[in-house]
């Protein structure tokens, strides 16, 4: 699976952005996989934002719940998240994410165990 970040950009405090990923025409079956947000902020570690399971429930770090809202067209095999009343301290490179898995599977938080990444879309909030 190859995945396609895009949508970043520079937005005030209290804005929104889109961000869109793309799975290659080639990701068959791409409803059977959970699908998730990460993002790096200089010299910090990979934080997870938000994960939409194949089944449709969802998880979100608390920094950004009420905020951020992922979502998911299997048709299309894109993954959004909405981002809405952007805070400075949300200024980092955004990665979209993707890992197959069975119903039972749990949603993963840490990156290490998903297999596949976006290349990365920069965003930056103005204070």
């Known amino acids: 699976v190859q995945l396609q970040a895009s949508g970043g950009g520079l937005v005030q405090a209290g804005g929104s952005l889109r961000l869109s990923c793309a799975a290659s025409?080639?990701?068959?079956?791409?409803?059977?996989?959970?699908v998730a947000w990460f993002r790096q902020a200089p010299g910090k570690e990979r934080e997870f934002v938000a994960a939409l399971h194949r089944s449709g429930s969802t998880n979100s770090a608390d920094s950004v719940k009420g905020r951020f809202t992922i979502s998911r067209d299997n048709a299309k095999r894109t993954v959004s998240l909405q981002m809405d009343s952007l805070k400075p301290e949300d200024t980092a490179v955004y990665y979209c994410a993707a890992k197959s898995v069975i119903l039972t599977t749990p949603v993963f938080i840490r990156p290490d165990l998903y297999d596949y990444w976006g290349q990365g879309t920069l965003v930056t909030v103005s204070s």
């Open positions: 025409r080639r990701s068959n079956n791409f409803e059977r996989y959970t």
